[in-house]
């Protein structure tokens, strides 16, 4: 079984800036791509930013120069830096990761549960 656990989500002044966790746990065999959507009040759930196992980067272009996605594979966690939040950065976000679980054939998706990062004017 595998678990994606986030933190960092909070309330922030417009400017300010957050950073959010996400950690898997569980059997895991390997890891592929990890990254970040957000899903704000009444709107699609989007992509933030995501991070393939290669190491390259792809960012929503809303969020380009802002925020910035890592990655420590030792930890089998991922990172997201949030900058200069403005007030439409308000939504629940959400970490998925590309899972191979240990002992069980191919690559499956993994959600996070959520947090909520509020962005106030």
């Known amino acids: 079984q595998v678990q994606l656990v986030e933190s960092g989500g909070g309330l922030v002044q417009a400017g300010g800036s957050l950073r959010l966790s996400c950690a898997a746990s569980?059997?895991?065999?390997?890891?592929?791509?990890m990254g970040w959507n957000r899903q704000a009040p009444g709107k699609q759930r989007e992509l933030v930013a995501a991070m393939p196992s290669g190491g390259s980067t792809n960012y929503a272009d809303s969020v380009k120069g802002r925020f910035t996605i890592s990655r420590d594979n030792a930890k089998n966690t991922v990172y997201l830096q949030m900058n200069s939040l403005k007030p439409e950065d308000t939504a629940v976000y959400y970490c998925n990761a590309k899972i191979k679980v240990a002992g069980i054939a191919g690559v499956y998706d993994y959600w996070g549960q959520g947090t909520q990062v509020t962005v106030s004017s």
């Open positions: 569980g059997s895991i065999s390997s890891i592929n791509a």
